[in-house]
Structures are given as structure tokens and as C-alpha cells.
């Protein structure tokens, strides 16, 4: 991947240099060993390095299950990992495998190798190995962060799967009603040029979007392609993303819903951690990120009273951050100890929530969508066979 690096070196003053490397540190790394004080460093985006980055993603899940296989069969940690760097095809893979096995040959902790590489390893990642290397039992860690991923995955598919067929019906409904627009409409108003002023106002307007195609159609067509390419690109920014996500928070029923999912991963990352070893303190300043920005002020609002000895079932109760279930659930597990367990099983109870009102929602929604669709394109057809219905019933 390449890095574009803004850097000083005296005589030269600041220059800008390109480096091909792993990651940013080490695009780092390679300036500072040719003398230059780096000032700053970004990704250089193009199509080319997007699509190595998408190859070059180091796999985490497959790492996980295979270091746990090699593990159970006796192997150790460093084995383990040599045996997955002997293996490994992709040059992007093998280098950050081999750089834990030199981190680890010098003495480092396993934690400290992943953290160092914590682009391909993420903090959550990190922190249960840490809590792991505390009881010795790297292997249970490991399961635990597997079947935590598997879940994420499976709600996370559940919405996608559900989405896919509202999104190729839009799709069609969308370019049939393109194709009459621009295609069918501009032929017949050729038809209806001659009839004159006695045209319905609604076909009067269907001729002169039909002139309108006829006179500038390459211009209609760049403006209706470069105000596609502008909508696209607003929703790759993250600014025009949180506005989108603002507004969908505003509303009662899908907030709502919005607020259940970010609950609902908050618990189970955070039960995973506390199951772990990990402190409350730690933990949630870990999870923190997983929550939308509302809910992160009312989050610090909570372990500010965690951290002053409230229990955590009052402290998510006064901050707005339980459900009835998950009030219920949390005083169970203070009272029992186990608190990691019950907050999974929070989440596993909203998962199984959200997936009936996804199921509820597609089965409504999906027909509501096709009447729609339905609807516009029999109104463009009505209106432009408008006309003729009116000269049939003029000559009877």
C-alpha cells in the first residue's frame, strides 16, 4: 500500500515522498531511516491501492480458529504462529505473522506483538489476549472472541439478507421507470405534438419533458448521471453519514430500534470483556466506541458513578442505557456474580428481538414497496395513454 508522507530534512526543508509499505508505521519507519522527520502521513487514495487494501486485509476470524486448532492440538503460542507464517501465501499476511514471531523471540507478550500491529488486530482483540496472558488460558479467550464474532456476524448478515430484495426491487422499479421517462415518453410525444392545446395538463407536461429529451437528452443525461456521482460521494463522507444517522435517530420508531442494536452490541462486547478478566473501568472506556455519540455522553455519565461505587444496574438505569430486560438481568448478576454472563444474555435476548422485527418489517415493508413501484410506473403509463383515451371517447 502506498503512504503519501508531508516530512522535513535540513537543507531540503519540507518535501513530500511516497513510500510503499505494510502500514502507516512502517511507511514511518522507512522515512525516519533516510533522515526525515515525518510531520504527516495518509493513505494514498486511488482505485489500485483501494483494491490491495481489500486483498491485504489480514484475516482475523481464520487466524483465530486455526492459531485455536494448533493450540488444542499441543503446539505452542510461537510454534503455532511459525506454522501459520510457513503456511501463509499472501506476502501482506505473512509479513505481520512474522512480525509477532520476532516480537515474541524477543521476549514480548503476545498482547504487546498484537498491539504493535493494531490496524490488523483491533484494541477488543488485544485486550482479550491481555486478560487471557493474566489466567494462562489463551485458548478459552480465543473460543470466547470467536463465538462473540460469530454472533456480531450473524445479526449483521440477518439485516443485509433482509435488505437485499427491497434493494433489488428499487433497483428495477427504478430503471423501468428511467426507461419510459427517457425512452417511451420523448416517442410519444412526437405522437401528440399535432392534438394542440386540448391535452390534459399532466400529459402536457409528459410532452415537454419529452421535447425537453429531444432538444438537450446528452445534457439531461450528465446531469442526471453527475447528480447520482454527488449523492454517492456525500454518503461516502462521514460528515453527510452522521447527518443521515441523526435523522433516522429522530424518528420515534427507528431510533428506537437504533438504540436497541448499539445496546445490544455495547452488552455483549462489554459481557465478553468482564467474562474475560477485564475491569469495568477498562471495559467500558473499550466498548465506548461502539455506541452512537448521544449514548457515549450518557455512557461516561455512568461509569462516572461506577467508578464512584453505584451499582452498574443503577448507573445504566439513571443514564437511559437498559431496557426492562436488561435492568432485570444486570440486578441478577450483581446479586449472583456473574455479571459477563448476564450481559450476554441481554444480548442474546434483544438479538433474538431484533431479528423478529426484521422478519415483521420485510414482510410489511416488502409489499408496501412493490404497490409503490407499481403505482408510479402505472401512473407515467396512464398518463401518457391519457390522450388517446380522451380522442376514443370524443370519437364514440
Known amino acids: 500500500m502506498q503512504f503519501e508522507i508531508k516530512a522535513v530534512r535540513l537543507p531540503e526543508g519540507v518535501v513530500a515522498l511516497t513510500f510503499d509499505a ?9 522515512a525516519g531511516a533516510q533522515g526525515y522527520t515525518v510531520l504527516t502521513v495518509r ?3 486511488s482505485l489500485k491501492a483501494w483494491m490491495r487494501l481489500r486483498r491485504g486485509q489480514f484475516p482475523l476470524m481464520l487466524f483465530s480458529q486455526e492459531l485455536l486448532a494448533l493450540m488444542d492440538s499441543g503446539l505452542t503460542v510461537v510454534d503455532a504462529i511459525e506454522t501459520l507464517a510457513e503456511k501463509e501465501t499472501r506476502p501482506e499476511s505473512r509479513a505481520v505473522l512474522q512480525q509477532i514471531v520476532a516480537h515474541l523471540y524477543e ?3 503476545l498482547s504487546y506483538a498484537l498491539q504493535a500491529l493494531q490496524p490488523e488486530f483491533p484494541p477488543l482483540y488485544v485486550s482479550t489476549v491481555r486478560a487471557s496472558e493474566k489466567t494462562g488460558d489463551l485458548s478459552e479467550a480465543l473460543t470466547r472472541y470467536l463465538a462473540y464474532q460469530t454472533q456480531v456476524d450473524v445479526v449483521r448478515k440477518k439485516v443485509i439478507s433482509a435488505s ?7 433497483g428495477a422499479g427504478s430503471l423501468v421507470a428511467i426507461f419510459l421517462m427517457v425512452y417511451v415518453v420523448p416517442r410519444f410525444s412526437r405522437i401528440y405534438e399535432d392534438i394542440g392545446t386540448n391535452l390534459p395538463l399532466l400529459s402536457r407536461l409528459l410532452l415537454q419533458w419529452g421535447k425537453l429529451l429531444q432538444a438537450h437528452g446528452l445534457l439531461v443525461l450528465m446531469l442526471l448521471l453527475a447528480g447520482t456521482t454527488c449523492g454517492l460521494y456525500a454518503l461516502s463522507r462521514p460528515t453527510a453519514r452522521h447527518w443521515l444517522m441523526q435523522g433516522l435517530w429522530r424518528i420515534p420508531a427507528v431510533g428506537e430500534r437504533m438504540r436497541i442494536y448499539h445496546l445490544t452490541r455495547f452488552y455483549r462486547t462489554l459481557g465478553m470483556l468482564l467474562r474475560g478478566g477485564t475491569p469495568v473501568g477498562h471495559a467500558l472506556k473499550m466498548v465506548s466506541d461502539l455506541l452512537q455519540a448521544g449514548l457515549q455522553v450518557q455512557l461516561k455519565g455512568a461509569a462516572a458513578r461506577i467508578n464512584e461505587g453505584r451499582s452498574i444496574s443503577h448507573s445504566m438505569e439513571e443514564y437511559g442505557l437498559t431496557t426492562p430486560v436488561a435492568l432485570r438481568l444486570l440486578q441478577v448478576g450483581e446479586r449472583t456474580g456473574q455479571m459477563g454472563k448476564m450481559m450476554e444474555r441481554i444480548a442474546s435476548f434483544h438479538d433474538e428481538e431484533m431479528a423478529r422485527f426484521v422478519e415483521w418489517f420485510t ?15 402505472g401512473l407515467i403509463v396512464v398518463v401518457m395513454y391519457l390522450p388517446i383515451f380522451e380522442l376514443a371517447g370524443s370519437l364514440q
Open 164 to 170: 437485499i430484495y427491497p434493494a433489488l426491487l428499487i
Open 107 to 109: 521476549g514480548r507478550s
Open 363 to 377: 414482510r410489511l415493508f416488502e409489499p408496501l414497496l412493490m404497490a409503490v413501484i407499481g403505482v408510479v410506473i
Open 22 to 30: 505494510v502500514d502507516e508505521k512502517t511507511a514511518k519507519a522507512q
Open 43 to 45: 493513505a494514498k487514495q
